[in-house]
């Protein structure tokens, strides 16, 4: 669910659904959250407790809240 704002004194909802794309050989640590609609490249690793918002290229290390490359896999 994604919160949209406030009407009134309550939280108005929406379901989103997309599609999330993993490549192959990618590593997704602990606790991380990928978003509706994100693509992970080929060979990419995943840091845990990122937040991935946006889509991740291959062969990259990604971290952070927003997930952004930070290097890049050996």
């Not at 949209?4 to 192959?24: A, H, R």
């Not at 690793?45 to 930070?70: D, K, R, T, Y």
Request: hydrophobic share 40%.
């Amino acid at each position: 669910e994604i919160l949209i704002g406030l009407v009134g004194s309550e939280m108005c909802k929406e379901t989103v659904s997309k599609p999330v794309e993993i490549e192959n050989d990618v590593y997704i640590c602990g606790d991380v959250k990928i978003m509706p609609g994100v693509k992970i490249g080929k060979g990419s690793v995943i840091c845990a407790g990122s937040v991935v918002f946006g889509n991740i290229p291959s062969g990259v290390v990604a971290a952070g809240n927003p997930c952004v490359p930070v290097g890049k896999v050996k």
